[in-house]
Nanobody, 122 residues
Framework: QVQLVESGGGLVQAGGSLRLSCAASGRTFSSYAMAWFRQAPGKEREFVAAINWSGRRTYYADSVKGRFTISRDSAKNTVYLQMNSLKPEDTAVYYC???????????????WGQGTQVTVSS
C-alpha cells in the first residue's frame, strides 16, 4: 500500500510559477514510478508528467512540455512538479499517482493522492 499526499497548489497569475509536492509513505518509494495528472472542471482527468523509479527517465504531455518539470527525491520520499509559465488553461486539480510499472503509471496507476487545486488567473 502506498499513501500519497499532494501540496503546493494555490492561486497564481498567468506567467507565474508553482511547485507541487507529493509525499509518499508506505512501501518502498524508490521502487515506484510516479506521475502527475490533472482534471479541469467538466473535463476528463489527463496525464501531465511521469518519472521512472530511478529518476533517469521522464515523459511529458505535449501541452506542458518545456514548461513543467517532474523530479523526485528518494531521500525525502517526495516527487515534485515544477510548473513555470503557467496559463489559465493549466487550471485544474492536480493528482499524484504511483505504480510499479513505468509504462502503466502514465495510463492506469494503482495509487492516487487526493489532489491539490491549481488556479491560474488571466
Amino acid at each position: 500500500q502506498v499513501q500519497l499526499v499532494e501540496s503546493g497548489g494555490g492561486l497564481v497569475q498567468a506567467g507565474g510559477s508553482l511547485r507541487l509536492s507529493c509525499a509518499a509513505s508506505g512501501r518502498t518509494f524508490s521502487s515506484y514510478a510516479m506521475a502527475w495528472f490533472r482534471q479541469a472542471p467538466g473535463k476528463e482527468r489527463e496525464f501531465v508528467a511521469a518519472i521512472n523509479w530511478s529518476g533517469r527517465r521522464t515523459y511529458y504531455a505535449d501541452s506542458v512540455k518545456g514548461r513543467f518539470t517532474i523530479s523526485r527525491d528518494s531521500a525525502k520520499n517526495t516527487v515534485y512538479l515544477q510548473m513555470n509559465s503557467l496559463k489559465p488553461e493549466d487550471t485544474a486539480v492536480y493528482y499524484c499517482a504511483a505504480d510499479l510499472g513505468y509504462g502503466v503509471v502514465v495510463t492506469t496507476p494503482e495509487y492516487w493522492g487526493q489532489g491539490t487545486q491549481v488556479t491560474v488567473s488571466s
